[in-house]
């Protein structure tokens, strides 16, 4: 990868296979360095294949995977944080001798260890908790804990497995926030996760797996604008039948009495507002670009084993 120094990771037509099953296949995605990258899919996609690959736990059949330009390896691991989706830590030791430990593991001193778990307790609002066991916290202070252990020795990439799991909103926030203070000071993170709103907050780049195959990558931008802008937004105040039955209407989310309808093919938003109008109060109107729920919806739900099979998006060519 010594022609692609900007990237963080690359999977050049990767495939992996168990018991004649299909794990991912050829498989090809690019991380820039320095990005939030979506890992995104259904269950059953490929993605832990793919992270469990990422990590030299498991070896590619085919194809070849660079992360910082080498080839995955346990020489690599002390750069690379990862928190799992199922917990990591030791449920009868004390946050602090979990952290102590994990951080001893990647090649921390003891002390500096130490230092750093109380740092990094006190920023995520844990610190009256670093004596207590693990099995006591609750599921949302675990997940913070887990995120310390990923995340203290200063990974240059941070691999994140359903971050938000278990979080209140309000830690959810603090999360959020150190995500993205940790991405302005360099460190790449790919993010996998099912929550759709947190992606768009927080990636610039993506890739949507099904099946063990990529259906579109690329910047969230890129990956929007190539989806067209024939989705519209409005809120409405009575009867809604008259939106989501309109002939117009491809297919439509609704929450409460707002909708993000994607219209059929050659169907104008203008010539939409204009038949709905009269027959319903209309609080709000506009013309934007899918939603990466809109998009993941679409894709993976066109990509049915009984559904034609959508074009792969091709990738935004990196410049060598």
């Not at 001893?104 to 130490?114: N, P, Q, V, Y």
């Not at 990529?214 to 008259?242: F, I, K, M």
Request: charged share 25%; glycine share 8%.
């Amino acid at each position: 990868m010594a022609a692609y120094p900007e990237l963080a990771v690359l999977f050049d037509s990767v495939s992996k296979a168990f018991a004649g099953a299909t794990g991912v296949h050829d498989l090809s995605f690019h991380v820039p360095r320095g990005s939030v990258f979506g890992l995104l899919g259904p269950n059953g996609a490929g993605k832990t294949t793919s992270i469990r690959m990422l990590m030299s736990i498991l070896r590619p059949d085919h194809g070849s995977i660079r992360v910082f330009g080498e080839p995955p390896s346990d020489a690599l691991k002390d750069r690379i944080g990862y928190l799992p989706e199922e917990r990591g830590l030791y449920p009868v030791m004390t946050v602090a001798d979990n952290l102590t430990f994990f951080g001893s593991i990647h090649g921390l001193a003891r002390d500096e260890a130490r230092r750093r778990a109380r740092a990094w307790l006190d920023r995520l609002d844990m610190a009256k908790s670093a004596h207590r066991k693990l099995s006591e916290l609750s599921k949302g202070n675990q997940q913070k804990i887990q995120f310390i252990a990923a995340v203290m020795h200063e990974p240059d990439l941070l691999v994140l497995d359903e971050p938000f799991s278990g979080l209140d909103p309000v830690n959810q926030d603090l999360v959020r926030e150190t995500i993205q203070d940790l991405a302005s000071r360099g460190t790449t993170l790919i993010l996998s996760t099912h929550q759709m709103v947190e992606v768009e907050r927080l990636c610039s780049h993506l890739v949507l797996v099904n099946a063990g195959r990529a259906l579109v990558e690329g910047s969230v931008t890129e990956v929007q604008r190539r989806h067209g802008t024939d989705v519209v937004h409005l809120q409405v105040e009575g009867d809604a039948s008259t939106v989501t039955g309109h002939l117009f209407v491809e297919s439509s989310r609704r929450v409460g009495n707002t909708f993000e309808i994607r219209l059929k093919p050659g169907c104008d938003p203008s010539d939409f507002l204009s038949s709905v109008a009269p027959r319903a109060r209309i609080t709000r109107f506009e013309v934007r670009a899918p939603s990466v729920h809109a998009i993941f919806v679409h894709l993976v739900g066109a990509d049915r084993p009984d559904a034609p099979r959508p074009r792969v998006e091709a990738n935004v060519e990196v410049a060598s």
